[in-house]
């Protein structure tokens, strides 16, 4: 609902009405607003002025009465983009100050728990941020029946940001894999197969439990990680 949109965007409530029924009814004076919209006339004119600084109604004089319209999409569009510049410089801002706090005498967390779709996006947005290779072994396509468009996004900016990927998959689904590039697969007899997905990037190894509320463990081991990923090269390297 673009009530909800606009909420989102830091609208009020009288500013979303106000806007929405400018939108629907053209221009109109702050009285006829007022009686049409069954709003307060005093919360009305705030609410117009409010709009009038977003940039997304227009005033005009008429007899000298003014009256309000709502302005071109562009103006709502143009209002949506300073935002996103907006929370690009808090986002780098804060990534800039987190960075420059370092740990006294503490040593890294080698393990991590993630609970949830939320915990499992954000591993996922990890390891595109990690721009290491990626390998992974899987029993379906969980990914994609969890995150849906998310799946297909993800791999899109993988595959902008150069990131090869090798993943090992059951012979029984390898009509249901999309070709894509930088993407390289092989496929075991499904009794090799594990119902838990192991993911190995950098220094990393993630192991997922599919579920409805899917359970993430992420090591952060060196040693764990070539353990893991001499199986995973000896599965690769097996004549099928």
Same mark, same amino acid.
């Given at each position: 609902?673009?009530?909800?949109?606009?909420?989102?965007?830091?609208?009020?409530?009288?500013?979303?009405?106000?806007?929405?029924?400018?939108?629907?009814?053209?221009?109109?004076?702050?009285?006829?607003?007022?009686?049409?919209?069954?709003?307060?006339?005093?919360?009305?004119?705030?609410?117009?002025?409010?709009?009038?600084?977003?940039?997304?109604?227009?005033?005009?004089?008429?007899?000298?009465?003014? %009256?309000?319209?709502?302005?071109?999409?562009?103006?709502?569009?143009?209002?949506?983009?300073?935002?996103?510049?907006?929370?690009?410089?808090?986002?780098?801002?804060?990534?800039?100050?987190?960075?420059?706090?370092?740990?006294?005498?503490?040593?890294?967390?080698?393990?991590?728990?993630?609970?949830?779709?939320?915990?499992?996006?954000?591993?996922?947005?990890?390891?595109?941020?990690?721009?290491?290779?990626?390998?992974?072994?899987?029993?379906?396509?969980?990914?994609?029946?969890?995150?849906?468009?998310?799946?297909?996004?993800?791999?899109?900016?993988?595959? &902008?940001?150069?990131?090869?990927?090798?993943?090992?998959? +059951?012979?029984?689904?390898?009509? &249901?894999?999309?070709?894509?590039?930088?993407?390289?697969?092989?496929?075991?007899?499904?009794?090799?197969?594990? +119902?838990?997905?192991?993911?190995?990037?950098?220094?990393?190894?993630?192991?997922?439990? %599919?579920?409805?509320?899917?359970?993430?463990?992420?090591?952060?081991?060196?040693?764990?990680?070539?353990?893991?990923?001499?199986?995973?090269?000896?599965?690769?390297?097996?004549?099928?």
């Amino acid at each position: 609902m673009i009530e909800k949109e606009l909420a989102s965007l830091g609208f009020s409530p009288s500013e979303i009405k106000i806007y929405i029924h400018l939108l629907t009814t053209g221009s109109s004076y702050a009285n006829k607003i007022s009686s049409e919209t069954r709003i307060n006339r005093t919360n009305v004119y705030e609410a117009l002025d409010r709009l009038i600084t977003k940039g997304i109604i227009s005033l005009i004089i008429k007899n000298k009465v003014k %009256w309000f319209q709502a302005s071109t999409v562009d103006s709502l569009l143009n209002m949506i983009r300073e935002k996103e510049d907006e929370l690009l410089i808090t986002k780098n801002n804060i990534f800039r100050e987190i960075s420059s706090l370092k740990p006294i005498n503490t040593k890294p967390l080698e393990a991590s728990i993630f609970v949830g779709k939320k915990g499992l996006r954000m591993i996922f947005e990890e390891i595109i941020q990690t721009k290491k290779p990626i390998s992974l072994i899987a029993s379906k396509l969980q990914f994609k029946e969890v995150f849906g468009p998310y799946f297909d996004l993800w791999h899109k900016r993988r595959i &902008e940001l150069g990131i090869k990927q090798r993943s090992i998959f +059951p012979k029984t689904i390898s009509s &249901e894999l999309k070709r894509r590039e930088l993407l390289e697969y092989k496929f075991i007899d499904h009794q090799f197969a594990n +119902p838990t997905t192991t993911i190995i990037y950098g220094e990393n190894c993630v192991f997922i439990q %599919w579920s409805k509320k899917p359970f993430v463990l992420k090591i952060n081991n060196k040693e764990i990680v070539i353990s893991h990923l001499n199986y995973f090269n000896a599965l690769w390297n097996r004549e099928v």
